[in-house]
Antibody, heavy 118, light 107 residues
Framework: EVQLVQSGAEVKKPGESLKMSCKGSGYSFATYWIGWVRQTPAKGLEWMGIIYPDDSDIKYSPSFQGQVTLSADKSISTAYLQWRSLKASDSAMYYC???????????WGQGALVTVSS | EIVLTQSPGTLSLSPGERVTLSCRASQSVSSNYLAWYQQKPGQAPRLLIFDASIRATAIPDRFSGSGSGTDFTLTISRLEPEDFAVYYCHQYANSPLTFGGGTKVEI
């Protein structure tokens, strides 16, 4: 069974850094793109970017380029989403998801809630 | 960027009814690279349909997708109690990938 398990909820202050994880199992992790999606009540679902764990090829959404960093460690089947300096506007639910052959997201992590507040 | 507009925003229905959800794209979605997801409160989205009309694994056949170009439809032939949720369309033909704003199906 394909599973993506994300790290837990985080409460951070503005300016702090954060690195969240997404561990895959039940499939060949290195050979499927992993995407990250942000969800907020105001903007709904937003695609942030995708990473190919085998060679760490990355494609960012223009809206998130320079704001976050995607990475992956195929040796431990884990993808990461990182911020250097959080803002209140980064408060959201974040999902990782496996990308299927044609580009849809066929399996999703359980989500991780990030709250950024002073 | 392809903008996806879903209508209606909310549907109030009863179990057993047939429902048709619409997703309209601001430009043609090539190769019909459009998916539908279901999301229930406190849960992640779940893939229902991809490539406009292919049901994902373990999705009941009461769910069907159709359409091409700029107009796509998700149909639920007979609503079951567990189908009350929010439904999103998603295009993955062009970067940036985009999602519709969702249609809530409520009792």
């Amino acid at each position: 069974e394909v599973q993506l398990v994300q790290s837990g909820a985080e409460v951070k202050k503005p300016g702090e850094s954060l690195k969240m994880s997404c561990k895959g199992s039940g499939y060949s992790f290195a050979t499927y793109w992993i995407g990250w999606v942000r969800q907020t009540p105001a903007k709904g679902l937003e695609w942030m970017g995708i990473i190919y764990p085998d060679d760490s090829d990355i494609k960012y959404s223009p809206s998130f380029q320079g704001q976050v960093t995607l990475s992956a460690d195929k040796s431990i089947s884990t993808a990461y989403l990182q911020w250097r300096s959080l803002k209140a506007s980064d408060s959201a639910m974040y999902y990782c998801a496996r990308m299927g052959a044609s580009g849809h997201f066929d399996s999703w992590g359980q989500g991780a809630l990030v709250t950024v507040s002073s | 960027e392809i903008v996806l507009t879903q209508s209606p925003g909310t549907l109030s229905l009863s179990p057993g009814e047939r429902v048709t959800l619409s997703c309209r794209a601001s430009q043609s979605v090539s190769s019909n690279y459009l998916a539908w997801y279901q999301q229930k409160p406190g849960q992640a989205p779940r893939l229902l349909i991809f490539d406009a009309s292919i049901r994902a694994t373990a999705i009941p056949d009461r769910f069907s997708g159709s359409g091409s170009g700029t107009d796509f439809t998700l149909t639920i032939s007979r609503l079951e109690p567990e189908d009350f949720a929010v439904y999103y369309c998603h295009q993955y033909a062009n970067s940036p990938l985009t999602f519709g704003g969702g249609t809530k199906v409520e009792i």
